[in-house]
Nanobody, 115 residues
Framework: QVQLVESGGGLVQPGGSLRLSCAAS????????MAWYRQAPGKQREFVAM???????YYANSLKGRFTISRDNAKNTVQLQMNSLKPEDTAVYYC?????????WGQGTQVTVSP
């Protein structure tokens, strides 16, 4: 089992920045991808960004250039740097990891972008 705890969410004004962090614990040896998803009110959960164990990264096309995902394999953490935030980025952001073909999810952290 893998446990995930997200942190770093909050209220930010449009144009501002936030950095989310997710710490994995438990059976963390051999984690495959680490990723971020988000779910806005009334919408389905959507992919944000992913980093593979080998170092490759992928982003939702609409977020390229504003969001950056990074990973610290030694600490089993994944971060999401979010810049130039917009009101439409408001959502609950979830950390996701995959290990041995099983997906694990954090409890989510709220990000609100509002004047």
């Amino acid at each position: 089992q893998v446990q995930l705890v997200e942190s770093g969410g909050g209220l930010v004004q449009p144009g501002g920045s936030l950095r989310l962090s997710c710490a994995a614990s438990g059976s963390v040896f051999g984690l495959d991808h680490m990723a971020w998803y988000r779910q806005a009110p009334g919408k389905q959960r959507e992919f944000v960004a992913m980093t593979l164990s080998g170092g490759g990264t992928y982003y939702a096309n609409s977020l390229k250039g504003r969001f950056t995902i990074s990973r610290d394999n030694a600490k089993n953490t994944v971060q999401l740097q979010m810049n130039s935030l917009k009101p439409e980025d408001t959502a609950v952001y979830y950390c996701n990891v995959n290990k041995d073909r099983s997906d694990y999810w954090g409890q989510g952290t709220q990000v609100t972008v509002s004047p």
